[in-house]
């Protein structure tokens, strides 16, 4: 089956990630005791060992395949260790809504930039109106949403670069994981792998950060909720929609990520959106649209090429082999 055929269930997927990840910020509001650090490094880092865990057996067949690809694992490994620690931080200084709409609109952009560097190709148009149109509503909810978390006056710049590490990261391990996949490493060895060391080089700074997350069973039941849900759960789907879609189209997708935090925010923690907020919620909507409609095709045979490069092509390593 082609990577075109299931474009559509892998857009899906990335989407169901970016729900299950807008949950994140509401569900921290209640362990309010524990700090950013040790929020991310519990999150992505006992999420990404269970990922390396589940993925144990393929690990060990593709053991020679992954040496001969360590750079690209530790690099893709460095990227998830940095990854929570600068995005929940980035919420703790800036605020939820603008620490989320810079790290996670952000990173389409570094993603593409990768994808450029890497192949000497620009992303399509329709690629580029679909993050203009996202970026667009994620601001809007982000100028729309009371800035909760922030620190003070003196911390949105901080909070602001912050989240642009966040996006890099994230365009980073996207990219990393792509490539490995393209380059025939199963999609569970792939993943395993750089969530996995990920996972373990985050484990230090949960063991420095963690002692809040034990204070009540509030907080441990949080903690297992973030870890298991939307980062075990979530990155499986991730992992399962970059066998078929470029990172810069998936990161794009995950522009769903603050629509959802801020219809939680409204409905279960009771904060107010304005009508600007709802339009930048119906302007993700509408990115999706735009990147997820079908691409038009020349008329032809049966081997015609298609009238343009499809985003939800497999990416430009080749394609994925079976995991």
């Known amino acids: 089956m082609n990577g075109r055929s299931n474009s559509p269930l892998a857009l899906a997927a990335i989407a169901t990630t970016a729900v299950l990840w807008g949950t994140t910020g509401t569900a921290a509001t ?60 980035s919420m703790h200084l800036a605020g939820v809504a603008v620490g989320t709409v810079v790290s996670l609109g952000s990173a389409p952009l570094f993603a593409g930039l990768i994808e450029w560097m890497t192949t000497g190709r620009a992303p399509s148009a329709r690629w580029f109106a679909s993050v203009v149109v996202g970026v667009v509503g994620a601001v809007l909810i982000s100028t729309a949403t009371a800035p909760t978390g922030a620190e003070g006056p003196g911390s949105t ?34 993943m395993g792998s750089v969530f996995g060391l990920g996972g373990v080089l985050l484990l230090p700074v949960l063991v420095v950060t963690g002692a809040p997350i034990l204070d009540s069973v509030q907080n441990v ?54 009508g600007a907020g709802w339009t930048g919620v119906a302007l993700i909507g509408g990115s999706l649209v735009i990147l997820g409609a079908p691409s038009p095709m020349r008329r032809g045979g049966r081997g015609g090429r ?15 082999s079976r995991p």
């Open 30 to 89: 209640f362990s309010p005791g524990v700090g950013p650090l040790a929020a991310g490094a519990a999150a992505l880092g006992i999420g990404g060992i269970l990922q390396a865990v589940v993925a144990l057996p393929e690990l060990r067949r593709r053991f020679r395949e992954l040496l001969g690809h360590r750079g690209l694992v530790v690099a893709g490994a460095v990227a998830v260790f940095t990854y929570p620690l600068a995005f929940y931080s």
């Open 157 to 190: 710049v901080p909070g602001l670069l912050l989240g642009l590490l966040a996006g890099a990261s994230y365009a980073v391990y996207s990219w990393v994981a792509s490539r490995l996949m393209g380059a025939g490493v199963g999609r569970g060895a792939a």
């Open 306 to 320: 298609r009238g343009g490069r499809d985003d939800a092509a497999p990416g430009p390593v080749g394609r994925p």
């Open 221 to 274: 039941a949080v903690a297992a909720y973030m870890a298991l849900i939307p980062m075990f759960l979530g990155y499986v789907l991730f992992g399962y929609g970059l066998t078929r879609l470029r990172p810069s189209t998936a990161t794009t997708v995950t522009l769903l990520e603050p629509a959802v935090a801020a219809a939680l925010a409204v409905f279960v923690v009771g904060e107010q959106l304005s």
